[in-house]
């Protein structure tokens, strides 16, 4: 499928959304990086991307290459969280109406979020099938478009646009992007983008241990769904792989890591208390791996780490900070 992709996509979609999403910062960590070997480490903030997380970019360009009248039936979306967020506010945006499937036990934050974009909300069970079963109701019911949250070409690509945006904020000069992973879009859409520009950065994607979805997936080639452990990421919180993420995965990311609880607690207490950074669990597993001794950070290198988002229940973050868990 990926074949049919082209990295000039890429470069159109980040045309096409440029009304709708923020040029985000990237911003050298020097405090993080005196805990490492003298590598630089930039940090692209996508938790200061309307509506608090990378997403909207996937989205919105998936809303804006959908004809009209298809927009115009309203859309729907199953979501753990910020997918959803993304969708509720780019339909706030273009005037039409969003229906979105969360679990039940989705963060406070996150439902308050899309309710506050104008969404509909409706809770179905706890995996993904359920939330997929419901979705696939409502669009049979009420003829919805859906925005699915990684399966999709132009979902992926779009966010493919936070590699290039990064890459140019570099001035082309990167060694290696890391990016976390759950479902795989994000990681598939930028190490698409990034290996389309130059080869020769390193691309790698990072997942928690206690979901090691693409680990298994790599090392069994092929897409598979995993047991499911407790992670704090909730971003992150995905069981199956499908078969356009492994491929791009596969073809383009140069190494997956798998990281503990621990650190990637630890990755959110530096980035916030040192780098005053609020970021959410998902979004500081990248760190996590540098603390984990995972990546290169030997002086001269230029890493880049996206900070995926930031939307998270503030007695949780406030727990997190405290180290009261
Ligand atoms: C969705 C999300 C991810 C993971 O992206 P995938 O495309 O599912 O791998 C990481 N961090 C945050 C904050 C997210 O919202």
Do not use: R, W
């Given at each position: 499928m990926e074949d049919k992709l082209q990295v000039s996509d890429v470069f159109q979609a980040k045309k096409r959304i440029k009304d709708y999403v923020k040029v985000t910062p990237l911003v050298r960590a020097e405090n993080l990086e005196k805990l490492f070997d003298g590598a630089e480490i930039w940090l692209k903030l996508e938790n200061m991307q309307y509506t608090g997380a990378f997403k909207l970019r996937g989205v919105s360009n998936k809303m804006l290459t959908t004809q009209k009248e298809e927009l115009q039936k309203g859309v729907t979306a199953a979501s753990s969280g910020?997918?959803?967020?993304?969708?509720?506010?780019?339909?706030?945006?273009?005037?039409?109406?969003?229906?979105?499937?969360?679990?039940?036990?989705?963060?406070?934050?996150?439902?308050?979020?899309?309710?506050?974009?104008?969404?509909?909300?409706?809770?179905?069970?706890?995996?993904?099938?359920?939330r997929d079963e419901k979705c696939a109701e409502l669009i049979k019911e009420h003829g919805?478009?859906?925005?699915?949250?990684?399966?999709?070409?132009?979902?992926?690509?779009?966010?493919?646009?936070?590699?290039?945006?990064?890459?140019?904020?570099?001035?082309?000069?990167?060694?290696?992007?890391?990016?976390?992973?759950?479902?795989g879009s994000l990681a598939s859409g930028a190490s698409f983008a990034i290996k389309g520009v130059n080869p020769d950065i390193k691309v790698t994607a990072v997942e928690p241990k206690e979901v090691p979805l693409f680990t298994e997936a790599l090392k069994a080639n092929k897409a598979l769904t995993v047991k499911m452990g407790q992670t704090i990421a909730d971003g992150l919180r995905i069981s199956k792989a499908e078969e356009i993420n492994f491929e791009m995965i596969r073809d383009n990311v140069d190494k997956v890591v798998a990281v503990d609880e621990k650190s990637i607690e630890e990755a959110l207490k530096l980035v916030g208390l040192k780098e005053k950074i609020l970021a959410e669990p998902s979004a500081c597993v990248g760190i996590a791996a540098l603390l984990e001794n995972k990546i290169d950070t030997s002086k001269g290198r230029r890493i880049c780490i996206v900070i995926t988002g930031g939307n998270v229940d503030a007695s949780l973050y406030a727990q997190l900070i405290n180290n009261v868990k």
């Open positions: 910020n997918h959803a967020q993304a969708v509720s506010y780019m339909a706030q945006q273009l005037g039409v109406k969003a229906t979105i499937v969360m679990p039940e036990n989705a963060p406070k934050a996150k439902i308050k979020g899309a309710k506050g974009y104008g969404a509909e909300v409706v809770f179905a069970g706890f995996t993904g099938q359920d919805y478009c859906l925005v699915h949250s990684h399966m999709d070409p132009a979902v992926i690509i779009g966010h493919g646009t936070v590699a290039i945006e990064a890459l140019e904020q570099m001035d082309g000069d990167m060694d290696e992007l890391i990016v976390p992973c759950g479902a």
